[in-house]
């Protein structure tokens, strides 16, 4: 019952999105402003993405695989997610779900699925990486969400902060047109993940990154999505 009520939402999902390459609620404005309004005017950005329905390459880098495949992906807001992946030919490598709290996989090759939490951190990740798919939900669009702590402490580089020496996060702007460039996340002062985010254009006024990394330094993994 679960696996056919996640696959209805699946298919609902593309039912959604199937005609609009992005859907938004309205055009965002940029104001020239002090930087420290950057959170405010990047959340605005974030909101008005409603849908967004695109074809992506993706490439994996890790120790236990190399190699890329084109994806279709289809984001429906605030938090689901679908991707399927092809190999050459067209080959059909399989399908993604990624919802609130869950997430289920299909893998073609031995016609299986399988569903768990997104808390769990040993199955919930991203093929043969430790990528985690909350990660690539959340980055896959250009815009992470924010926590509520966020502050200005270096306005001359555009450095943000949030968290503690505990848990911290780091978020690299552009000065010049407020477009996110990196997010760094440590703990215990050591940068476990790196988002990086590139090669913006507009879309319907809204700016969107073309390139995506998402690098995990100490397993010398990364999943690139352009």
Same mark, same amino acid.
């Given at each position: 019952?679960?696996?056919?009520?996640?696959?209805?939402?699946?298919?609902?999902?593309?039912?959604?999105?199937?005609?609009?390459?992005?859907?938004?609620?309205?055009?965002?404005? @940029?104001?020239?402003? &002090? !930087?420290?309004?950057?959170?405010?005017?990047?959340?605005?950005?974030? #909101?008005?993405? /409603?849908?967004?329905?695109?074809?992506?390459?993706?490439?994996?880098?890790?120790?236990?695989?190399?190699?890329?495949?084109?994806?279709?992906?289809?984001?429906?807001?605030?938090?689901?997610?679908?991707?399927?992946?092809?190999?050459?030919?067209?080959?059909?490598?399989?399908?993604?779900?990624?919802?609130?709290?869950?997430?289920?996989?299909?893998?073609?090759?031995?016609?299986? @699925?399988?569903?768990? &939490? !997104?808390?769990?951190?040993?199955?919930?990740?991203?093929?043969?990486? #430790?990528?985690? /798919?909350?990660?690539?939900?959340?980055?896959?669009?250009?815009?992470?969400?924010?926590?509520?702590?966020?502050?200005?402490?270096?306005?001359?580089?555009?450095?943000?902060?949030?968290?503690?020496?505990?848990?911290?996060?780091?978020?690299?702007?552009?000065?010049?047109?407020?477009?996110?460039?990196?997010?760094?996340?440590?703990?215990?002062?050591?940068?476990?993940?790196?988002?990086?985010?590139?090669?913006?254009?507009?879309?319907?006024?809204?700016?969107?990154?073309?390139?995506?990394?998402?690098? /995990?330094?100490?397993?010398?993994?990364?999943?690139?999505?352009?």
């Amino acid at each position: 019952m679960r696996c056919n009520t996640i696959r209805f939402s699946a298919i609902l999902l593309i039912m959604v999105l199937g005609c609009s390459s992005t859907a938004l609620r309205q055009k965002p404005s @940029f104001v020239e402003a &002090s !930087l420290e309004q950057w959170p405010e005017y990047y959340s605005k950005n974030r #909101d008005n993405i /409603l849908t967004m329905k695109s074809e992506a390459v993706i490439t994996l880098e890790s120790p236990a695989i190399a190699g890329n495949f084109t994806a279709e992906m289809l984001y429906g807001a605030p938090d689901t997610l679908f991707l399927k992946a092809e190999g050459p030919l067209g080959i059909d490598l399989g399908k993604t779900f990624i919802g609130r709290k869950r997430f289920i996989l299909y893998n073609q090759f031995n016609n299986t @699925f399988f569903s768990g &939490s !997104l808390n769990d951190k040993y199955y919930s990740t991203f093929l043969e990486t #430790d990528v985690a /798919l909350n990660d690539i939900k959340e980055t896959i669009i250009g815009y992470p969400p924010l926590p509520g702590n966020i502050r200005l402490i270096d306005e001359k580089h555009g450095i943000f902060m949030t968290g503690t020496d505990v848990g911290k996060k780091r978020y690299v702007v552009n000065t010049k047109n407020w477009q996110l460039e990196s997010i760094e996340i440590f703990k215990n002062d050591r940068m476990v993940i790196k988002q990086e985010f590139e090669r913006y254009t507009s879309e319907q006024g809204i700016p969107i990154p073309r390139l995506i990394r998402i690098i /995990l330094p100490h397993k010398k993994e990364m999943v690139a999505i352009y």
